[in-house]
Structure formats: structure tokens, C-alpha cells
């Protein structure tokens, strides 16, 4: 697959306390369930066509099948030095750990269909179009929160964004999952990033991928070149293309600030 990655660094330059433990931000969830989905897709086309060859004699019959009870897999973080030797190890015997950690999963989602977890600020009037589908929607109790000036008698409130906290390894809010912001959020997208004090960002998608828009381009075009995103201003400091991804240095200012 020939796709490409972005990543940013964004140097914020601000005051108040951040409200996420670390400072990275995923954006492109769309491109995060693209990814998901080939992955499930590939992990399921590989059970089928190893049950389907394994499960044929060589006369071309049916050998005789049975369950066999599946190995728990023992659950813990790989730290990032080990992940290569992490990764090899579940790769081995025709990915047998990759299918016995994706049946993991399922059984743990099954597990989980009894929760019924809300989208309801999602699903508001003044909140709809801010959503790049209609199916990818923010679960309410882990959603991000923007700061706004505009609440008030007979306003809705402007603290929307499609995104949600992601717990990571030892803290709830380590991360912010976001969707590829669309024209009318570009805003609202660096309004999170400069209030939350996010220094990395990772786009998971390409802004146009065939021929669909993923994402808008939230960055200047060239070194040198500033953006205004109401009253923040974003600086493309640096640029670096790195064959299957760009990196990307970017001062950030608020004149609200000054």
C-alpha cells in the first residue's frame, strides 16, 4: 500500500494548565478505522483460506475437524525497544499470535455489547455538521471538551469537537483520537491543540485518498509561511519528507494570549 503519514510538531507557546497528561494526538481517526478494517479484513481472508487448505485431504476431502480450546494471551505493555523482537515473535508460525490476540478481541467486545455507551452531544442540532460521518461519533464520557467564551442564556454551547481521550498505559487521558478536521472545524481543530498543549502530532490519513477527502490541510504549504486559525497563528518552521512520511515543525501563537 502506497500511503504516506504526516507528522507535526507543533511548538505552542502558552500558560494555562494542559488538561491531558501527555501531548499526542492521533488525527485521522477515519484513517485509524481504515486501517483497523484492511486489518481484520487481511486477518479474517488469512483464517478462511488457512481453514479452508488445512481442512482438505489430499483426495480433496473433508478431514475431520474439531475445537480446540484457545490460549489466553497474557496481557502487558511492550516497551519500544522490545516491540521489533514483540512483533517478529507474534509474526511467528503463520502469525498465530496476531489471530489468537484478534480472537481476543472479539470475545472482548462481544463481552462489552451490553454497555451502551452515549453519542448524545454528538447527535446535537448545532453539532452535526462538525461530524465527517454520521457513524463515527464521540462516546460522550471520554469526549474532549474545548474552552469557549460564547456559552451563554440562549446560546448552545461551542465545546464541541469530534474527538475522544484514548487511556494509556498508566494514565486515562495519555492521548486524543481526532478526526481529519473538515473546513468548518479548522478552528475548533487548533483551538484543541493549543488549549490541551499538544507538542506531537500524527495524522493517520492522507487528506485525499483516491478520491475521496479525508482531511483538510491544517498546515502552511511552505517553510516560512503563516496560517490564522481565528485568533491562532500557525508557522510551518521546518519541513522534511522522509520518503513514506513528511515531518512537519510548526511555531503556534494565540493573540488572545498577549
Sequence with gaps: MN???????????TTPEPEVSSSLLAVGLTGTMLFLAIAVVA????LFLRRHFLGMGASGGRLESRDIPMQRLESHG????????????????????VHLQFEEMREE??????????CDAAMEDCNRAKNRYTDILPYDHTRVTLESDYEGPGLAPDDYINA?????????????????PLPGTLDDHWRMIYQHKVTLIITLTQCLEGEKKKCERFWPVTVGQSEYYDDI???????????TYTVRKMLVTCSADR
Design 109 to 118: 467486545c462481544t463481552a462489552l455489547e451490553h454497555y451502551k455507551f452515549t
Design 3 to 13: 500511503q504516506t503519514s504526516e507528522v507535526q510538531w507543533a511548538s505552542v507557546r
Design 78 to 97: 511492550v516497551a519500544v525497544e522490545e516491540f521489533g523482537f514483540y512483533a517478529a515473535s507474534m509474526l511467528r508460525d503463520s502469525e498465530l499470535g
Design 164 to 180: 475522544n481521550y484514548i487511556r494509556g498505559l498508566d494514565r486515562q487521558r495519555e492521548f486524543i483520537a481526532s478526526q481529519g
Design 43 to 46: 486477518v479474517t481472508a488469512s
Design 233 to 243: 497563528k500557525v508557522v510551518l518552521d521546518s519541513e522534511s519528507s522522509l520518503g
